[in-house]
């Protein structure tokens, strides 16, 4: 096979594969299924998994949180669904974005931040500074103000306390936080880490993203130098022999193909290293 059908098949390939990637990424279309509860849970609220029936959810509160499990949305919210909605059973998402229940317990909440179980049961918070599991990262702010808030007074270590309870946008990927401890952090934008968690539709640690930052870095390093090496090598050769014209510029589109080729495999690349 000629080298440039081999480069032509190369570059369909890395095209391919980067709509691949691409179509692989929408962490937005909601998934939910449905689980048996025992008792009625509010639209929003975060769910358990049950630990004395299968198949079943319980509204979280802080002596459940390792059994985290998702956020209970109206049937016909969700893009994809697993099971009707039967009698005694509620619509769980776990993956996608949904409408949450959150609170000011922990604390005013800020795009990016982790959404984690409150005092109050079924309603979320900004995560603390211990490790715990997270629902997912919220997708506006929410200070207690502005329509549909309500307030409630919860019991803290300091004392009772009023807080305000909403509802906000959250990227529904349940995992496990872990906290710094004092430790150096990395510092990322919050657009960027809000990204890369709906890519990969969980939640993406910094360090991850700073490696997929580096991948693309250096592929664009690589790219640059390439393409430069074959435009200025093209102008000096046609400079010296006018005849060679089209075999240069021949190999000008190889070396084009071979960048795009590249540049799919790195996206590829940086989406395997998000998402695992």
């Known amino acids: 096979m000629k080298l440039h ?9 890395g095209l391919a594969l980067l709509s691949a990637t691409l179509a692989a990424a929408p962490a937005l279309a909601s998934l939910s299924q449905g689980f048996a509860t025992s008792s009625s849970i509010a639209t929003g609220s975060l769910v358990a998994l049950d630990n004395k029936s299968s198949g079943s959810v319980v509204i979280a509160d802080t002596t459940n949180t390792g059994r985290l499990f998702g ?9 994809i669904s697993l099971s009707g909605q039967g009698s005694g ?10 409408q949450v229940l959150v609170s000011t317990a922990g604390g005013p909440i800020k795009v990016g931040d982790y959404i984690t179980v409150s005092p109050i049961a079924g309603v979320g918070q900004k995560v603390g500074d211990a490790s715990t599991r997270v629902v997912g990262t919220a997708q506006t702010d929410f200070d207690g103000s502005g329509d549909g808030v309500t307030k409630r007074t919860i019991d803290t270590d300091q004392g009772k306390k009023e807080v305000a309870i909403g509802q906000i946008p959250v990227v529904i990927a349940v995992s496990t936080y872990t906290s710094t401890d004092g430790k150096q952090t990395y510092v990322i934008p919050n657009w960027l880490q809000n990204l890369s968690n ?3 539709g969980k939640a993406v640690s910094p360090i991850r993203i700073i490696m997929a930052g580096i991948i693309l870095l250096v592929a664009l390093v690589s790219i640059t130098v390439l393409l430069y090496s074959a435009v200025r090598n093209s102008i000096i050769s046609i400079g010296r022999n006018p005849l060679s014209k089209s075999s240069v510029l021949g190999g000008l589109l190889q070396v084009v193909g071979i960048s795009a080729v590249i540049l799919g495999l790195t996206a590829g690349a940086m989406y395997l290293v998000i998402s695992r």
């Open 5 to 13: 059908s081999r480069i032509g098949l190369a570059l369909v390939y």
């Open 71 to 79: 956020v209970v949305v109206p049937p016909s919210s969700a893009s």
């Open 89 to 98: 059973q509620v619509q769980v998402v776990t993956s996608g974005t949904a």
């Open 198 to 200: 709906t890519l990969a």
